[in-house]
């Protein structure tokens, strides 16, 4: 990481200094009158977008929150490979890393042939395939990952933190001639000790509802989840338990013949573990709650379902139970369907409070999270006078077609657990074979990094694609090993990223000396530093560091050692701060003594090379020849102001 840009300063590089500006200071009891961004529901979803806008101190933004304090029990527990990306970005990857149980195979079982009623492992997978990412598929408590975004918030310049005991009563937007400048008014009901019944008042220039499947906010824009139940109750319980079950440390889908099925997702520490058990179908139009399932009838069943193994719980921490059911709002924003009147967005609903679907896939948390990670760069990005509020609409747009994928493979996964084993008095059955096939082909959607954004104005038709096959436009960049060249040491490309709101260009060099005058890498320089058709000089502000919009980074072919650092393009060196200290960190080699080169492994054009350009989330937006400087210049006009 980096630090002492503009000064030296001792102790936590991760706690910012405090503004200065005592009224953007965010850890007040009462909420303000006014605020740029309202954030209803201190979920995963609401805790990333609240901490990348902690990135932006002259943003004031606010959280609330109906509960009394943090959350100190989640209930979603699965952490994937793209998700764990997202967090490196934040900076907290390797402590996810450190506390979490990784998920490295997964254990299959079926009716035991050989002796009815009992069970036999029948198949034996990797969780992850090889190279899919750096980082593995892990389980960690959802209260751990609010504490480090709780932290990162809290020790940002700002110092934000939620105000907890806030019930939103209402929500009005003004479309009319009234505020303009903070056309939403939100109404908040609080519950704490000394105010209860106490009204506040907030304007706020945007309002997100991170608030749950029961969203007020949602509500209050008149917009209903829709879709269907599958009749399916299942129960979930994190227990202590002693067992001979030998798969117990291993995630395990467990299918029997007469009694059900069971999933056992062991969970960090080393001790506990959940148990998703299968219970019985639902008439039509009933709900689980009617049943009035114990936890005894939990345990019992998993029992059953175990048998010969034995299952000896010895403590409970948290147990539930829920039907199945997939749903999705058709708009995740205030605008009217088809934007007919042509407005734009000033409020936004994200996580279940737009889309809900079994846990069985494991994307519920992860998938939300993404939501704000999407659309929290592009309110900065307005906020700060760098974008043009049309972009916010493409929120909405893009993450409403990967909800729509999720609800249709969850809904096809959650049929597949529950469908009864094929058997002669079931011939329409599943075959367990059928399960543990699923479940390898659809690997690199539970990872996460599967999902794919459609050509728009943030990403490109990909007509240059061919120049690095392995970065395909519209899906998240796929870090890779790289040598830093100023200093040798070994590092990931994609861990460049920060959650700083910045888009990114690797230029990727072709054959050659890339410090040689007519070189593709040199002449890119030139028009970026130089050009007033460069993004970089058009969309930078006066008095900005060079890289504070756009972070230009090039990977070269060649060892590190074989390469000049004196003889690069200054553009590559960039003078950076109010000492204008040099930036050593923008060039790369590939990882040739750890036998990775980044140009074979992505699909790197080597007699070519290429531009690959990153939006602030980490999705390819576009590839670009080396000499393609109009081609560039014009991706990032629509979605960049000129700046002076």
């Known amino acids: 990481m980096q630090f002492h840009l503009d000064g030296f300063r001792v102790g936590d590089p991760d706690m910012h200094s405090p503004s200065e500006r005592g009224g953007a200071l965010a850890n007040t009891g009462n909420l303000p009158e006014e605020v740029d961004v309202l954030i209803v529901g201190c979920g995963p979803a609401g805790l990333t977008l609240a901490a990348q806008l902690a990135a932006f101190p002259e943003i004031r933004t606010r959280i609330v929150d ?42 299959f079982w079926k009716p035991d042939p050989k002796t009815a009623g009992n069970i036999a492992r029948s198949g034996w997978v990797q969780d992850v395939e090889d190279g899919l990412s750096e980082f593995p598929h892990v389980i960690l408590n959802q209260a751990r990952v609010h504490d480090f975004y709780l932290e990162i918030m809290k020790n940002a310049r700002n110092r934000l933190e939620p105000n907890y005991s806030r019930r939103v009563m209402d929500l009005k937007v003004d479309t009319g001639c009234g505020n303009l400048s903070h056309p939403v008014t939100v109404w908040l009901e609080r519950d704490d000790p000394g105010h209860e019944g106490e009204v506040e008042t907030v304007r706020a220039k945007y309002v997100v509802g991170c608030d749950g499947a029961r969203s007020t906010v949602r509500k209050s824009l008149g917009r209903d989840l829709k879709g269907d139940s599958a009749n399916q109750a299942w129960g979930v319980m994190d227990v202590l338990a002693v067992t001979d079950f030998p798969d117990i440390r291993f995630k395990s889908l467990v299918q029997s013949a007469e009694e059900g099925s069971i999933l056992i997702i062991p969970r960090e520490g080393g001790y506990l573990v959940r148990i998703y058990v299968e219970l019985d179908k639902l008439n039509e139009n009933e709900r689980v709650g009617n049943r009035n399932i114990t936890i005894e009838q939990l345990v019992a069943a998993a029992q059953r379902i175990l048998h010969p193994y034995a299952l000896d719980v010895k403590e409970v921490a948290w147990w539930s139970v829920y039907e199945i059911g997939q749903r999705i709002c058709n708009g995740f924003d205030d605008r009217t369907d088809g934007d007919a009147d042509g407005r734009l967005p000033h409020v936004f609903i994200a996580g279940d409070a737009c889309h809900t679907h079994s846990p069985k896939a494991g994307q519920g948390m992860n998938v939300s999270m993404q939501d704000t990670f999407n659309l929290g760069w592009k309110l900065a990005h307005v906020l700060q006078g760098k974008s043009e509020p049309e972009i916010l609409k493409t929120y909405s747009e893009e993450r409403q077609n990967i909800a729509q994928t999720l609800i249709d493979f969850d809904r096809e996964w959650a049929a597949m657990l529950s469908a009864p084993l094929k058997s002669d008095e079931n011939p329409d059955g599943v075959e367990p074979a059928e399960v543990q096939k699923y479940f390898v082909q659809h690997g690199r959607y539970t990872a996460g990094t599967a999902a794919r954004y459609r050509p728009s104005v943030l990403t490109g038709e990909g007509k240059h694609q061919d120049l690095a096959r392995g970065y395909p436009i519209g899906m998240r960049f796929h870090s890779a090993p790289v040598i830093r060249m100023a200093d040798g040491k070994p590092v990931h490309l994609g861990h460049t990223f920060k959650a700083d709101g910045r888009w990114r260009i690797f230029a990727f060099a072709g054959r050659g000396d890339p410090a040689a005058p007519d070189s593709g890498i040199h002449a890119l320089c030139d028009f970026l530093q130089n050009s007033a058709k460069s993004p970089v000089v058009r969309h ?26 004196e003889a690069m393009h200054p553009f590559l060196l960039p003078a950076k701060g109010r000492y204008a200290l040099r930036d050593y960190e923008k060039m790369f080699c590939p990882d040739l003594k750890g036998g990775c080169d980044i140009f074979e492994a992505r699909g790197i054009d080597r007699n070519r090379g290429c531009m690959v350009v990153v939006r602030p989330d980490q999705y390819v937006a576009d590839v670009l020849p080396l000499g393609g400087h109009e081609a560039l210049s014009t991706f990032f006009a629509p979605l960049l102001r000129k700046r002076d």
Request: net charge negative.
């Open 66 to 107: 109906r509960k009394p304090g943090p959350l100190k029990l989640g209930q979603a527990d699965g952490i994937a490979c793209r998700t764990m990306e997202m967090f490196q970005a934040f900076g907290f990857a390797g402590r996810v890393a450190r506390e979490a149980y990784w998920v490295n195979e997964t254990t």
């Open 540 to 565: 930078t502000a006066a008095g900005e560091d060079i890289d504070a919009v756009i972070d230009v980074r090039a990977v070269f072919q060649q060892p590190h050692r074989e390469l000049v650092l």
